[in-house]
């Protein structure tokens, strides 16, 4: 069956650095269209990024651009978010997504497949 499985989330003071990675399996990967999206407490899941099948176009929500980058490894089924110049503000629970409905899209409907999720929490 189709599993995403993120890892690398944690703890890091503002200012500070995290990658997070989702490795894909029960699908090929390098057909789909990948997504990060994010839930804060209380609050609705929200678009990070995106990347294209073949990892040439991306797209960022406006509260990350030039401080996240989304990158794929289609060898190794496994698409990246690097996340730099953290603030508290980015703490959530952040989660993989695939689809194939979009070339890349920053709509939660686009994406049929989703990772349990990994918490990133920021101190200030």
């Known amino acids: 069956q189709v599993q995403l499985v993120e890892s690398g989330g944690g703890l890091v003071q503002a200012g500070g650095s995290l990658r997070v990675s989702c490795e894909v399996s029960?699908?090929?990967?390098?057909?789909?269209?990948m997504g990060w999206f994010r839930q804060a407490p209380g609050e609705e899941r929200d678009f990070v990024a995106t990347?294209?099948?073949?990892?040439?176009?991306?797209y960022y929500a406006g509260s990350v651009k030039g401080r996240f980058t989304i990158s794929r490894d289609n060898a190794k089924n496994t698409v990246y978010l690097q996340m730099n110049s953290l603030k508290p503000e980015d703490t959530a629970v952040y989660y993989c997504?695939?689809?194939?409905?979009?070339?890349?899209?920053?709509?939660?409907?686009?994406?049929?497949?989703w990772g349990q999720g990994t918490q990133v929490t920021v101190s200030s």
């Open positions: 997504a695939a689809g194939q409905r979009s070339i890349y899209s920053s709509d939660r409907d686009d994406y049929d497949y």
């Open positions: 029960g699908l090929t990967f390098s057909t789909y269209t």
């Open positions: 990347i294209s099948w073949s990892g040439r176009g991306t």
